[in-house]
């Protein structure tokens, strides 16, 4: 069964400063990956996603993540954070066996501080 | 915009009572999914349906049950509310069967078990 690992449960920065949110997953096949995105009091959306090609995806806000194999990992960077970036993310898995069903990670809670 | 709407967003039901999550979406979307998001566990998946009448289980079904007659909604049912299943849930669909598509959320039903 595939697996999802983020390593941060919480993280806090200031502004200007540099975002990575780690992300491992356990399935050694085909996979497809997302990173998704909670705003306070909204609803989840997708910031990017990786299914085949170059491993450096851009995604909405400035937002991109590599997709490294042989790590099996596919981390969220940003280069300068903003106040607006505060919210949930959640790193997500779809092994091509697995039909539908796209499995989540725990979550990671950034707090930007102005 | 797709759009994917549950029916409330807060909901309180006693201890045994049968409970129904409504969630509606209007984009032809052939996935319906219904998701519970506690923290530290990020989403994890209940059930799903890719087809009306059809459903297959998540990793968590056990207390749930679901009902697509139609293929615009998904219905979760909890058949006797405990209060472990206090958590908030996400409805989401997705376009085609393959595992190549993003998925979309509802706003969510914050469901309280007392």
């Known amino acids: 069964a595939q697996s999802v690992s983020q390593h941060n449960h919480h993280v806090i920065l200031s502004e200007a400063a540099s975002l990575e949110l780690g992300c491992n997953y356990s399935?050694?096949?085909?996979?497809?990956l997302f990173w998704y995105v909670q705003y306070p009091g909204q609803h989840l959306q997708l910031l990017l996603k990786?299914?085949?090609?170059?491993?450096l995806v851009k995604g909405i806000k400035g937002f991109e993540a590599e997709f490294i194999k042989s790590k099996f990992s596919f981390n969220l960077r940003k280069p300068s954070v903003q106040w607006s970036d505060t919210a949930e993310y959640f790193c997500a898995v779809n092994a091509n066996n697995a039909g539908n069903m796209l499995t989540f990670g725990g979550g990671t809670r950034l707090m930007v501080k102005p | 915009d797709v759009k994917v709407t549950q029916s409330s967003r807060y909901l309180v039901k006693r201890t045994g009572e049968k409970v129904f999550l409504e969630c509606v979406q209007d984009m032809d979307h052939e996935n319906m999914f219904w998701y519970r998001q506690d923290p530290g566990l990020g989403l994890r998946l209940i059930y799903f349906s890719y087809d009306v009448k059809m459903k297959e289980k998540g990793d968590i079904p056990e207390g749930y049950s679901v009902s697509r007659e139609k293929k615009e909604r998904f219905s979760l049912i909890l058949e006797s509310a405990s209060t472990n299943q206090t958590s908030m849930y996400l409805c989401?669909?997705?376009?085609?069967?393959?595992?190549?598509?993003?998925?979309?959320f509802g706003q969510g039903t914050r469901l309280t078990v007392v």
């Open positions: 989401a669909s997705s376009l085609t069967r393959g595992p190549n598509t993003e998925a979309f």
């Open positions: 399935y050694g096949g085909t996979v497809n």
């Open positions: 990786y299914f085949s090609g170059d491993p």
